[in-house]
């Protein structure tokens, strides 16, 4: 029989299996989107001789934009904890009774089970890397691609330097962060307030880092923001100064990155999501020697889910990241807008 509770009282009463297997799957993870975005968290579970079994953690949006169930939202991946395929049925209809007017939406990279479930249909994917970082700092060098050493050399002969960077250098990394989205992809950047959270979860109890790369002149141009769960260092979140590109900083940061975890005795490097047309980005991940795999998004819509309203969502987004719009706007949109895009 599906049980369910609310995410903060199954983390009081329950003994969830594999929880905090990695980043996304985090007890520290989730308090970040929950301080954040408030974020409606759901569990629910299947018992078997007094003990967890099986189990799903899912958010539930509602708002003018759309109704959702999301097997995770805010997370490159999410991979539930069930033990079989015909637990899967039972947690997809104890979703279907509880929500029948709600699409689901799942963001699957190692469950296997849920790709084989008839209930769920593939949306689309995206590609995931991980470096193995195993052997000396010397060997993870060779591993990579001559391309990627090129740049990395190119970046120092240029006087670029990268540092372990201060809470007082956040606002500069989010400036960055902030153009990049607004004037290359035409996106919404995260409010300022997530990577607030993230530094007091992770930064502030020495379990995560930004390095910072600075032009010759001590100019701020490119940052990358590395989260640490168990043995893997996540590359989470990277920008730069789209001037400052033939300086090759994105390399030398990475580089220093690989150092960083190779210094923490981390054994893996999780590279985490990349659209699949974003060939570029794809070919820099695998030149560091990194090897990919799919993350499937996998939904279900009912036959008279009427609830989707992309459209506005677009036409926000276009507005709001014009070139006429001001930066302090954009941060302000953010604000408001990134809550409804759970």
């Known amino acids: 029989m599906v049980k369910t509770l609310s995410f903060q009282a199954a983390s009081r009463s329950l003994t969830l299996p594999a929880f905090n297997k990695n980043l996304f799957a985090s007890a520290d993870w989730l308090k970040v989107l929950d301080k954040t975005y408030r974020l409606k968290m759901f569990v629910k579970y299947i018992e078997r001789e007094g003990k967890v079994a099986s189990y799903i953690i899912y958010s539930v949006v509602k708002n003018f934009l759309e109704w959702k169930i999301c097997l995770l939202s805010y997370c490159d991946y999410f991979d539930s904890h069930v033990e079989t395929l015909a637990d899967w049925r039972d947690f997809f209809e104890s979703i279907r009774k509880d929500y029948p007017r709600y699409r689901i939406a799942i963001r699957n990279l190692r469950d296997e089970l849920v790709r084989k479930s008839p209930d769920f249909k593939v949306l689309s994917k995206e590609r995931f890397h991980l470096l193995d970082l195993h052997g000396s700092t010397e060997e993870v060098w060779k591993r990579t691609h001559d391309s990627f050493k090129s740049a990395v050399k190119q970046a120092q002969k240029a006087g670029v330097t990268v540092k372990r ?78 001037e400052s590109l033939q ?17 923490r005795n981390l054994e893996y490097l999780d590279l985490g999501s990349s659209g699949m047309e974003q060939k570029g980005l794809i070919l ?59």
């Not at 990919?292 to 889910?305: E, F, V, W």
Request: glycine residues 6%; hydrophobic residues 35%.
């Open 284 to 342: 820099f991940k695998e030149h560091t020697g990194a090897q990919g795999q799919d993350i499937t998004h996998l939904g279900y819509a009912p036959p008279d889910y009427k609830f989707s309203q992309k459209r506005i969502l677009k036409i926000m987004t276009r507005t709001f990241t014009l070139p006429v719009v001001p930066d302090f706007m954009v941060k302000i949109g953010s604000h408001f807008i990134y809550p409804y895009l759970a």
């Open 247 to 263: 300086f090759r900083p994105n390399n030398f940061l990475f580089w220093e990155g690989m150092k960083f975890a190779k210094e």
């Open 165 to 242: 960077c201060g809470q007082e250098d956040l606002p500069k990394f989010y400036q960055l962060h902030l153009r990049l989205r607004k004037n290359k992809y035409r996106l919404f950047p995260q409010p300022y307030r997530f990577f607030e959270n993230i530094w007091d979860q992770y930064m502030t109890q020495d379990r995560g880092a930004l390095l910072g790369a600075f032009d010759s002149k001590g100019n701020f141009i490119a940052g990358n923001i590395y989260l640490i769960c168990h043995n893997t260092l996540y590359y989470k979140f990277n920008t730069s100064s789209l």
